[in-house]
T-cell receptor, first 114, second 113 residues
């Protein structure tokens, strides 16, 4: 069955520290992978996506993610977090054959320590 | 920048009542979606809509749910007889016919009492 796992429910990092949010997927076909961010009271904003090509993708707000097929992972990284990055981050997988229906991870809440 | 909008932002209703959640997708988009997120749980796909018909729906999307594009701009989700377990945040999304990215609205928080 198709699934997305985000093993960390909460992550706390200090402002200026580096960040890595984990995402593992289970999908039979070639996945289309997304990271979305949800700030309090806001909708879901696309950070970045991977469809094919270079396995390291750059997104908005200084985020990047690396697709590793051998590990079925698509981890999100940022070299130096800012207080404004505090939000919930969702990994999702989709495929064109399914009308791009998205299957979501449970989300990781990022807390920034001053 | 164009965006998806949703109204109302918060709806409170009594169990058994009908609710209609409204979405205005991005104007040149042709594919529309509804998702929901029960508090503390994952975002779940409900339904996708294209060319004035449902293209795909999940097990959650039973006979109590319906979607409609009543005019050229709105896309609605109707729940005929709400249950307590329908309490959730409902997200609308839209996508154009060339892209692969869904753009989401801010959500409607539905509370069923």
């Amino acid at each position: 069955a198709q699934s997305v796992t985000q093993p960390d429910i909460h992550i706390t990092v200090s402002e200026g520290a580096s960040l890595e949010l984990r995402c593992n997927y289970s999908y039979g076909a070639t996945p289309y992978l997304f990271w979305y961010v949800q700030s309090p009271g806001q909708g879901l904003q696309l950070l970045l996506k991977y469809f094919s090509g270079d396995t390291l993708v750059q997104g908005i707000k200084g985020f990047e993610a690396e697709f590793k097929r051998s590990q079925s992972s698509f981890n999100l990284r940022k070299p130096s977090v800012h207080w404004s990055d505090a939000a919930e981050y969702f990994c999702a997988v989709g495929a064109a054959g399914s009308n791009y229906q998205l299957i979501w991870g449970a989300g990781t809440k990022l807390i920034i320590k001053p | 920048e164009p965006e998806v909008t949703q109204t109302p932002s918060h709806q409170v209703t009594q169990m058994g009542q009908e609710v209609i959640l409204r979405c205005v997708p991005i104007s040149n988009h042709l594919y529309f979606y509804w998702y929901r997120q029960i508090l503390g749980q994952k975002v779940e796909f409900l339904v996708s809509f294209y060319n004035n018909e449902i293209s795909e729906k999940s097990e959650i999307f039973d006979d109590q749910f319906s979607v409609e594009r009543p005019d050229g701009s709105n896309f609605t989700l109707k729940i005929r007889s709400t249950k307590l377990e329908d309490s959730a945040m409902y997200f609308c999304a839209s996508r154009d016919n060339t892209g692969d990215t869904q753009y989401f609205g801010p959500g409607t928080r539905l509370t069923v009492l």
